[in-house]
C-alpha cells in the first residue's frame, strides 16, 4: 500500500534543520503555495506587516501557528490552501512565542475555508497528531505523521 499525502497539503510541505527567523519561516511556509499561483508575495508580505503591527495574531497553540492575512492581501487561488512547514529548531516570534509547527491558511474569501478548516483541525485532532507534529524532529517520524 502505498503512502498517500493529506489532500489538504497536496505537496506544500517542509521540513527544515535550519535555525530561522520568524520571518524566514513566513516566507519559506509560503513560497509553495506562491509557486503554485495560489498567493502572491504580498500576501506574504502582508502577514510579516500584521506581525510588526498587531503582533503573531495566529499563534494558535504552544508550539503551533496558522499564518494568514485577508484573501484581498494576495490570495489568487479560488479555494482554501494551505502549506505546512515543521521547524526542528523553534522560531522566535516578537513577543518570544517559540514555533515548531507553521501551517499558512490561503482562503480565497472568509466564509470558503470553513470546511477546510474544520478538516485541517479534524486531521490535527486524530492520534494526538498536533503534539506530535510539534515534537517530531527528524523527517522520517514527521513524513510517518503527515501520510495516511
Avoid at 17 to 46: C, F, M, P
Avoid at 56 to 83: M, Q
Avoid at 86 to 92: A, D, Q, R, S
Amino acid at each position: 500500500m502505498s503512502k498517500q499525502l493529506h489532500p489538504i497539503f497536496e505537496q506544500h510541505w517542509q521540513f527544515s534543520k535550519e535555525n530561522l527567523d520568524w520571518k524566514s519561516a513566513i516566507q519559506i511556509v509560503g513560497n509553495s503555495l506562491i509557486e503554485n499561483n495560489h498567493i502572491e508575495q504580498r500576501y506574504i508580505t502582508s502577514i510579516i506587516d500584521n506581525v510588526n503591527e498587531i503582533g503573531a495574531y495566529f499563534i494558535i497553540a504552544d508550539g503551533f501557528a496558522l499564518p494568514h492575512a485577508r484573501s484581498e492581501n494576495g490570495v489568487i487561488c479560488d479555494d482554501t490552501k494551505f502549506s505546512l512547514l515543521k521547524c526542528t529548531h523553534p522560531v522566535i516570534f516578537p513577543d518570544g512565542e517559540k514555533i515548531s509547527l507553521l501551517i499558512m491558511l490561503a482562503a480565497s474569501d472568509n466564509n470558503k475555508h470553513i470546511d477546510a478548516m474544520s478538516d485541517l483541525i479534524e486531521w490535527l485532532d486524530e492520534d494526538d497528531r498536533l503534539d506530535n507534529l510539534i515534537k517530531v524532529d527528524n523527517v522520517d517520524d514527521f513524513e510517518c505523521l503527515l501520510f495516511k
